[in-house]
Protein backbone atom coordinates (compact mmCIF):
# COMPACT_ATOMS: atom_id res chain seq x y z
CA UNK A 1 0.00 0.00 0.00
CA UNK A 2 1.60 3.19 -0.47
CA UNK A 3 1.82 5.98 1.42
CA UNK A 4 -0.87 8.36 -0.19
CA UNK A 5 -3.11 6.04 -0.16
CA UNK A 6 -2.41 4.70 3.67
CA UNK A 7 -2.86 8.72 4.72
CA UNK A 8 -6.24 8.80 2.66
CA UNK A 9 -7.74 5.68 4.37
CA UNK A 10 -6.57 7.68 7.54
CA UNK A 11 -7.57 11.11 6.60
CA UNK A 12 -11.24 10.04 5.80
CA UNK A 13 -11.48 8.29 9.26
CA UNK A 14 -14.94 9.41 10.71
CA UNK A 15 -13.10 10.56 13.98
CA UNK A 16 -10.41 12.75 12.10
CA UNK A 17 -13.07 14.42 9.84
CA UNK A 18 -14.87 14.87 13.40
CA UNK A 19 -11.56 16.15 15.25
CA UNK A 20 -11.39 18.68 12.02
CA UNK A 21 -14.92 20.29 11.86
CA UNK A 22 -14.14 20.30 15.66
CA UNK A 23 -11.48 22.45 15.49
CA UNK A 24 -12.96 24.83 12.97
CA UNK A 25 -15.87 25.45 15.19
CA UNK A 26 -13.78 25.85 18.15
CA UNK A 27 -11.60 28.55 16.29
CA UNK A 28 -14.69 30.31 15.01
CA UNK A 29 -15.92 30.25 18.11
CA UNK A 30 -13.06 31.38 20.07
CA UNK A 31 -13.63 34.61 17.92
CA UNK A 32 -16.98 34.92 18.55
CA UNK A 33 -16.06 34.74 22.64
CA UNK A 34 -13.24 37.16 21.95
CA UNK A 35 -15.37 39.40 20.32
CA UNK A 36 -17.68 39.11 23.37
CA UNK A 37 -15.46 39.79 26.27
CA UNK A 38 -13.53 42.64 23.98
CA UNK A 39 -16.64 44.99 22.90
CA UNK A 40 -19.70 43.48 25.20
CA UNK A 41 -17.98 42.61 28.77
CA UNK A 42 -14.92 44.87 29.03
CA UNK A 43 -16.22 47.99 28.24
CA UNK A 44 -19.03 48.34 31.08
CA UNK A 45 -16.37 46.60 33.09
CA UNK A 46 -14.11 49.20 32.49
CA UNK A 47 -16.36 52.01 33.79
CA UNK A 48 -16.75 49.87 36.71
CA UNK A 49 -13.37 49.28 37.75
CA UNK A 50 -12.24 53.09 36.41
CA UNK A 51 -10.68 52.41 33.40
CA UNK A 52 -8.24 50.43 34.65
CA UNK A 53 -5.58 48.61 32.15
CA UNK A 54 -3.17 45.85 33.84
CA UNK A 55 -1.33 45.35 30.73
CA UNK A 56 0.79 48.85 31.81
CA UNK A 57 2.50 47.56 34.50
CA UNK A 58 6.17 46.15 34.99
CA UNK A 59 9.00 46.24 36.82
CA UNK A 60 12.18 47.18 35.14
CA UNK A 61 14.49 45.17 35.66
CA UNK A 62 17.53 47.33 33.89
CA UNK A 63 16.90 50.23 32.39
CA UNK A 64 17.95 51.19 28.62
CA UNK A 65 21.05 51.95 27.45
CA UNK A 66 23.11 52.96 24.19
CA UNK A 67 20.12 50.69 21.71
CA UNK A 68 19.58 48.08 23.97
CA UNK A 69 16.06 47.85 25.53
CA UNK A 70 15.38 48.15 28.93
CA UNK A 71 14.92 44.66 30.79
CA UNK A 72 11.48 44.65 32.48
CA UNK A 73 9.07 42.27 34.36
CA UNK A 74 5.92 42.89 32.50
CA UNK A 75 3.20 41.18 35.18
CA UNK A 76 0.69 43.50 33.93
CA UNK A 77 0.52 41.37 31.02
CA UNK A 78 -0.26 37.93 32.95
CA UNK A 79 -3.15 39.81 35.02
CA UNK A 80 -4.94 41.05 32.62
CA UNK A 81 -4.21 37.48 30.16
CA UNK A 82 -5.70 36.15 33.92
CA UNK A 83 -8.36 38.53 34.04
CA UNK A 84 -9.20 37.72 30.91
CA UNK A 85 -9.49 34.07 31.60
CA UNK A 86 -11.81 34.67 34.55
CA UNK A 87 -14.69 36.36 32.49
CA UNK A 88 -14.03 34.25 29.21
CA UNK A 89 -14.27 31.21 31.31
CA UNK A 90 -17.27 32.63 33.09
CA UNK A 91 -18.80 33.53 29.85
CA UNK A 92 -18.59 29.89 28.74
CA UNK A 93 -20.01 28.89 31.59
CA UNK A 94 -23.03 30.78 31.93
CA UNK A 95 -23.56 29.71 27.62
CA UNK A 96 -22.83 26.10 28.85
CA UNK A 97 -25.62 26.41 31.57
CA UNK A 98 -28.10 28.32 29.23
CA UNK A 99 -27.70 25.27 26.56
CA UNK A 100 -27.59 22.58 29.37
CA UNK A 101 -31.38 24.47 30.57
CA UNK A 102 -32.32 24.22 26.95
CA UNK A 103 -31.54 20.60 27.03
CA UNK A 104 -33.42 19.85 30.14
CA UNK A 105 -36.72 21.42 28.76
CA UNK A 106 -36.56 19.01 25.54
CA UNK A 107 -36.16 16.34 27.50
CA UNK A 108 -38.92 17.27 29.29
CA UNK A 109 -41.36 17.11 27.16
CA UNK A 110 -43.40 13.96 27.19
CA UNK A 111 -42.82 11.59 23.52
CA UNK A 112 -46.28 10.34 24.09
CA UNK A 113 -46.72 6.72 25.12
CA UNK A 114 -43.86 4.38 24.01
CA UNK A 115 -44.41 1.19 22.50
CA UNK A 116 -43.97 -2.02 25.00
CA UNK A 117 -41.12 -4.46 24.82
CA UNK A 118 -41.21 -7.33 23.51
CA UNK A 119 -40.94 -9.27 27.10
CA UNK A 120 -44.39 -6.93 28.27
CA UNK A 121 -46.02 -8.31 24.43
CA UNK A 122 -45.54 -11.95 25.34
CA UNK A 123 -45.76 -11.54 28.76
CA UNK A 124 -49.53 -10.11 27.52
CA UNK A 125 -49.95 -12.90 25.37
CA UNK A 126 -49.33 -15.46 27.85
CA UNK A 127 -51.73 -13.65 30.12
CA UNK A 128 -54.34 -13.81 27.59
CA UNK A 129 -54.16 -17.49 27.03
CA UNK A 130 -54.32 -18.51 30.35
CA UNK A 131 -57.49 -16.33 30.89
CA UNK A 132 -58.94 -18.84 27.74
CA UNK A 133 -58.02 -21.83 29.82
Known sequence: MSMMQEFKRFAMKGNVVDL???IIIGAAFGKIVSALVADVIMPPLGLIIGGVDFS???ITLKSASEGVEAVTLRYGMFLQAAF???IIAFAIFLLVKAINNLKKKEEAIPAGPSKPSNQEVL???IRDLLKKK
Request: net charge negative.
Open 20 to 22: AVG
Open 56 to 58: NLA
Open 84 to 86: DFI
Open 123 to 125: LGE
